[in-house]
């Protein structure tokens, strides 16, 4: 059994609680994110996880075993670092070994595992240079060649692609994923960018201020949002959040009360609707004023005026839409959001009125 389990799980440096009552659960054979801006405690929970640090409070279980007092070389898990944390002066080959001498692994099994990591990462033609004559995405995957070579059911990664550029980033990010699911192994991922949760995961924990924001598929997390955080920290562009007011035929956005976009009262509420799901359009749309557009190949971003506020528009090829211009927005009935401007928190949205997209 591989599963981890955290029950309100604290970790208190003086006065900071840098992890403050996290419960959480990652299950056997899985790809679990832990997502959030930095110091907001997800490298915390991976460091208490891997018995690098000691909680405050709260229990830790793997496999269904209390792990919590347990010594990080007894729990059974491998990690691979931001800084790949490779030997400069040993071969690739010896740095993917390095663990499994010290632990006195007979050399026909060393070197049996060697060989078959090495072709599962494509690193056979490497094996005898040195770190230094590397590239990025290589010496990344040493990195994970000498975590599974250990052979543990769980692996916990801490931003392990946040040094790559771009493309590299793609490609390892499909070569993470492929080896989690070929191998069965729970991952336990932390990262800052919300692409490489939504692409890899398949339970995201967004965190915050060292607690939990929101937890979900991937999918849960983008099209309902619990907070307002969280639809600000998911999607790119983020969700539009504008404040609206009060009108006489429904709430209206704040500056803007010639168009009701909501049925009921709009004082001390957000509306929330993610740029890809606002349209150019005709009557009755929401009048705007382009304030700029960014042409990116595929969708043109648009930033629009209306009254006090701003929304952005992803409309598909290219637009020319100069500064001033004057557009119209709709959006169809499903895809606003409502949440309490004071709290934040996500409301039910009984009835829109709907605009057309």
């Known amino acids: ?5 955290l029950e309100e799980v604290s970790k208190h440096y003086g006065a900071v609680r840098a992890v403050d009552g996290v419960s959480l659960r990652a299950a056997a054979g899985k790809f679990l994110v832990l997502l959030g801006p930095s110091a907001c405690g997800k490298s915390t929970v991976l460091r208490l996880i891997a018995g690098l640090e000691e909680p405050t409070q709260g229990r830790i279980f793997i496999g269904g ?11 059974r898990v491998s990690m691979v670092f931001q800084s790949y944390a490779l030997f400069p002066h040993l071969s ?32 056979t033609e490497v094996l005898a240079r040195k770190p230094a004559q590397l590239s990025g995405g290589q010496r990344q995957r040493v990195a994970l060649a000498r975590a599974i070579a ?31 699911q070929r191998l069965g192994m729970t991952v336990v991922y932390v990262t800052h960018d919300q692409v490489e949760a939504m692409s890899m995961a398949d339970r995201v924990i967004l965190m915050r201020q060292g607690r939990i924001e929101q937890e979900g598929a991937p999918e849960e997390l983008y099209a309902q949002p619990a907070t307002m955080f969280a639809a ?55 009048p705007g004023s382009v304030a700029s557009a960014e042409y990116h190949g595929a969708d043109t971003i648009l930033e629009v005026r ?36 004071g709290s934040g928190v996500r409301l039910d949205l009984n009835q829109t009125l709907p605009q057309p997209a």
Not at 1 to 5: A, F, G, K, R, Y
Not at 152 to 180: F, T
């Open 306 to 341: 209306v009254g006090d506020e701003t929304l952005f528009v992803r409309a598909p090829g290219r637009r020319e839409l100069g500064p001033g211009a004057r557009v119209r927005l709709g959006w169809k009935p499903e895809a606003p959001h409502l949440f309490d401007a």
């Open 1 to 5: 059994m591989s599963e981890i389990v």
């Open 232 to 286: 600000r920290f998911i999607g790119t562009p983020a969700m539009n959040l504008v404040a609206l007011a009060d009108g006489p035929r429904g709430a209206t956005i704040r500056g803007a009360p010639e168009t009701p976009v909501l049925a009921g009262p709009g004082a001390g509420r957000v509306l929330g609707v993610r740029p890809e799901h606002v349209a150019l359009t005709g009557e009755p749309g929401v």
């Open 150 to 180: 250990a052979e543990n059911k769980i692996c916990l990664m801490d931003e392990p692609l946040s040094n790559l550029d771009a493309q590299l980033r793609h490609g390892m990010r499909v070569e993470i994923r492929a080896l989690q």
């Open 92 to 123: 690739v080959a010896e740095n993917i070994v390095f663990g499994l001498k010290v632990r006195r692994t007979p050399r026909p099994e060393r070197e049996e595992r060697l060989a078959r990591v090495a072709t599962l990462v494509g690193l």
């Open 65 to 75: 075993h209390d792990v919590t007092r347990l010594e990080p070389d007894k729990r």
